[in-house]
């Protein structure tokens, strides 16, 4: 069984609205990571956030985690044409293992 | 600074038969882990390789193999192959310990059909 699932499965937006795709797990983490893959190729890696942290910014990226509700919630802001992708969140949880995927989100940026 | 290098990019091959995918680790990264990605979903872990030695493994039979190198490189072997192991296989690496700390970087992955 996966360990995050992403919400919602798809979403299709316009260039320069924000978009939030949000994650959710099962068991306690050390930290929850968010991936991008574009056309089924390989995962590029967006931003980290630690279990004792709320917020973390990177450029456009805003990643927020609530331990509490085992809940984490990506947004993009000022989407663009080029933000189209899956996106993916990965926890370590308890699981003694590599990181764990949820299914993904596929965001569709329309210009 | 090469990323991650997977070969090939693509490949067929019949039900029942073996194959082999490749990848090579970015420069100064010691450790590779293996996953599968099938169409519309998220990874798998298959297993991860540190100091050529399988250190974890996934939930996968034991078709799946592996094995790395002295130079960090690593194959992932599949035997018997079964038409529901048509999937995008990615390599990760990272260096020991600090892949579930700061990330890993991913190759683009082979493409395998069995048809």
Redesign the interface.
Known sequence: S?Q?EEDPQALSIQEGENATMNCSYKTSI??L?W?RQNS??????LI?IRSNEREKHSGRLRVTLDTSKKSSSLLITASRAADTASY?CAT?GNY?????????TRLSVLP | DAG?TQSPTHLIKTRGQQVTLRCSPKSGHDTV?W?Q?A???????IF?YYEEEER???NFPDRFSGHQFPNYSSELNVNALLLGDSA?Y?C?SSLKGQ???????????T?LTVV
């Open positions: 996966q995050g050390n930290n990571q991936y089924g190729r390989g995962l590029v890696h980290l993916f370590d003694g293992q590599n990181f764990v995927f949820g299914p993904g | 991650v882990s996953y990605q169409l519309g979903q998220g990874p798998q872990f991860q974890q493994r996934g995008l990615l990760a892949g579930l700390v700061y990330g890993y970087t991913f190759g683009s992955g493409r």
